[in-house]
Each structure stands twice: as structure tokens, then as C-alpha cells.
């Protein structure tokens, strides 16, 4: 489908529970871009830093929607998913809290990944 594609994919989910229809959106497309063999980089920011706890992607539901944990295990597999250091502060998320395979970095890491050769950049 992507075949030869060098560009990398950097995803970033600004909703969770609050806005459901949009951060399924985020995650939906990150997954089916790292599927299809694309470097993805998937930011968990405001209300989507909540996912980044064990558990919470599981609680998720929106009717005709892939299960979030789903999506959230094929990112992980392939791909880098990051918690804003911010948002994870206000949230009293930590380095020790987050699943498996999840960092936790600033705007200096996210600038940096956007603006790098080939990269792509999505906001949800």
C-alpha cells in the first residue's frame, strides 16, 4: 500500500474521554500508518496523557470503533508512543506509571521529530 514510503507519521492526540470521536481518530490513523509499515510517533497530550496508564486505553469505548488498547498495542509494537512531560506532571503521571514502552518528553522532543527530514505532522 506504502510501499518505499521513507516519511515518518508524528500523530498527536490532544483528546481522550472528552472528545472521544477525535481521539479514536488519532489513534485509528497512527495504527493503520504503522500497519502499513509507516514510522509512526504517536504524542499523548491533554486528556489522551491518560493512556498512557496501564488500563485506561481498555476503558475506552466508541460504538464502530477499534478497541484503543488495540490500537494503542499496534503503536507500541512498531512504533514510539510519548506523554507530554507536561501534561503528565499535571496529572501526577510519572516515568514508573506509564505502560510499558511509553516515554514521557517536552515540546524540545516533539519539535524535533516534527520538523526533522520526511516527517508528517497531525494534530487531533
Known amino acids: 500500500m506504502l510501499g518505499g514510503m521513507a516519511r515518518t507519521l508524528v500523530v498527536k492526540a490532544t483528546a481522550g474521554a472528552d472528545s472521544p470521536e477525535r481521539c479514536a481518530q488519532a489513534f485509528t490513523v497512527a495504527a493503520t500508518a ?72 517536552g515540546a524540545a522532543v516533539f519539535v524535533e521529530e516534527t520538523m526533522a527530514e520526511g516527517a508528517q505532522a497531525l494534530v487531533y
Do not use: K, M
Request: net charge negative.
Open 34 to 105: 504503522a500497519a502499513a509499515g509507516v514510522p509512526v510517533s504517536l504524542w499523548l497530550t491533554g486528556e489522551s496523557a491518560w493512556f498512557a496508564l496501564p488500563g485506561h486505553a481498555q476503558n475506552f469505548e466508541l460504538p464502530h470503533s477499534a478497541p484503543l488498547a488495540e490500537l494503542l498495542h499496534v503503536i507500541l509494537s512498531t512504533g514510539t508512543v510519548t506523554a507530554c512531560t507536561q501534561c503528565a506532571a499535571r496529572r501526577d503521571i510519572g516515568t514508573g506509571d506509564v505502560i510499558p514502552g511509553v516515554r514521557i518528553a
